[in-house]
């Protein structure tokens, strides 16, 4: 704590890396703010961003970092084995993001693409499960959550959740599907509010409501195809 005291006194609260990170967001700090917050402190004699600094002058930046060892980072002044070790598994998170392979995702091209993505998991449900595919750009499916359990109310399936994931995935375009128990896919007066009201605030905040899909028993409906979309 007595080192970290040292090394923050230097630095204006205003250029903190952490400060800066939490209020601007991690992709407006500069590389060598971010290793300074993996890094967390410095030495005796330097800030946490000058040791930072020196770490990247020595790999010469992140173009050798990304293919670092633990025996060439221990090499480096300031740099022991807790931090080598931090440094190296952050990298390796990095790389295997960097190596996720958009071929496996489900593709959405058509209701039937839905459908057979989640018929099985959900036409014997016993419970109403409103469920929202999040989709890049190709049509890929990034992410898949369940926002709502119990029978479907406008009230109740607020834009606000449906469409908060949305930009924390920084999601292109979402569908919409929600399970009948009773095996019957038709559209109730509810199923259409909620589809016109997701479908508005969509495209007031830039993403589009590609679809709401009712699944049945080894039927489904899109409302898209209905006309409720437009």
């Known amino acids: 704590m007595k080192e970290e005291s040292l090394m923050i006194r230097d630095v204006p609260v205003s250029e903190r890396p952490r400060e800066r990170l939490i209020h601007d967001g991690a992709r407006f700090l500069s590389n060598q703010e971010l290793l300074a ?42 740099i022991g084995m807790a931090k080598a070790v931090e440094i190296c598994a952050a990298l390796e998170i990095g790389r295997r993001i960097s190596n996720l392979q958009t071929e496996d995702r489900v593709v959405i091209r058509s209701p039937e693409d839905v459908a057979r993505y989640v018929m099985e998991d959900m ?16 049509n890929h499916v990034i992410h898949r959550q369940t926002v709502f359990i119990g029978s479907l109310n406008a009230s109740l399936v607020h ?72």
């Open 37 to 78: 917050i993996m890094l967390r402190t410095g030495t005796k004699n330097e800030s946490v961003l000058q040791l930072a600094q020196r770490v990247l002058q020595a790999f010469d930046g992140l173009a050798l970092l990304k293919d670092a060892t633990i025996q060439e980072l221990v090499q480096i002044r300031g």
């Open 123 to 138: 036409r014997s449900l016993t419970q109403e499960h409103f469920v929202c595919l999040y989709l890049n750009t190709k």
């Open 159 to 230: 834009p606000r959740e449906v469409y908060k994931e949305a930009f924390r995935r920084s999601a292109a375009s979402i569908i919409c599907l929600h399970n009948h128990p009773s095996g019957d896919p038709g559209p109730s007066r509810e199923d259409i509010e909620v589809t016109k009201r997701l479908n508005e605030c969509g495209k007031l905040l830039g993403i589009e409501l590609m679809d709401h899909i009712i699944i049945g028993d080894r039927k489904f409906v899109s409302l898209k195809e209905k006309g409720y979309i437009l």
